[in-house]
């Protein structure tokens, strides 16, 4: 099954951005779906967007188009997800998580696999 | 949009007893939700696919049911392990999730 490896944590000011990256290793990249969701401290998950790296085309949860961005290296198996005009409330974990599209998958379409999470601070 | 609403915010219950979690959707989702258990510090783990499907390696006492708008999670016996916060997720269009449940002893 894959397994997810997430960059670093990041301290962030206001008004910057920050890109973290996702690698994945022992699946077959292009049989997974690439989301990206968030827990800030103390709440509750948020969806914020999926990328299909044989498509690369991306979709996002209405909160972040415009802001985010998730693109995909298919020859590293690394996948980003970059947010612009940071501020305090995106103070935050941020997980990779995946989905199988594949037939050889017992459970398609639903996360069941994620990285560790990416802690982002947005401070001044 | 496909808003969740879970509830209770926060289900109090003991050991050996049965927890009964809903979750209802803005529209229908016909049987495309899942169930998610976190514990502090911890990514997410599904439990529950389609509404009813238990994900690999998980117990039998967790069960799911509903369809359409309303879903429920049924825990029969609580073990001290179970104590977590539970996630209602859809994937009928998009993805979204529900604000979450907090099971507490």
């Known amino acids: 099954q894959v397994q997810l490896v997430q960059s670093g944590a990041e301290v962030k000011k206001p008004g910057s951005s920050v890109k973290v990256s996702c690698k994945a290793s022992?699946?077959?990249?292009?049989?997974?779906?690439f989301n990206w969701v968030r827990q800030a401290p103390g709440q509750g998950l948020e969806w914020m967007g999926r990328?299909?790296?044989?498509?690369?085309?991306?979709n996002y949860a209405e909160k972040f188009q415009g802001r985010a961005t998730i693109t995909a290296d298919k020859s590293t198996g690394t996948a980003y997800l970059e947010l612009n005009s940071l501020r305090s409330e995106d103070t935050a974990v941020y997980y990779c998580?995946?989905?199988?599209?594949?037939?050889?998958?017992?459970?398609?379409?639903?996360?069941?696999?994620w990285g560790r999470g990416t802690t982002v601070t947005v401070s001044s | 949009e496909i808003v969740l609403t879970q509830s209770p915010a926060t289900l109090s219950l003991s050991p050996g007893e049965r927890a009964t979690l809903s979750c209802r959707a803005s529209?229908?989702?016909?049987?495309?939700l899942a169930w998610y258990q976190q514990k502090p510090g911890q990514a997410p783990r599904l439990l529950i696919y389609?509404?009813?499907s238990r994900a690999t390696g998980i117990p039998d006492r967790f069960s799911g049911s509903g369809s359409g708008t309303d879903f429920t999670l049924t825990i029969s016996s609580l073990e001290p392990e179970d104590f977590a916060v539970y996630y209602c997720?859809?994937?009928?269009?998009?993805?979204?999730f529900g604000q979450g449940t907090k099971l507490e002893i």
């Open positions: 022992g699946g077959t990249f292009s049989d997974y779906t």
């Open positions: 998580a995946t989905y199988c599209t594949s037939s050889r998958c017992q459970i398609r379409y639903y996360i069941d696999v």
């Open positions: 389609d509404a009813s």
């Open positions: 990328l299909v790296p044989l498509l690369d085309m991306p």
């Open positions: 997720q859809q994937r009928y269009k998009l993805y979204s």
């Open positions: 529209q229908s989702v016909s049987s495309y």
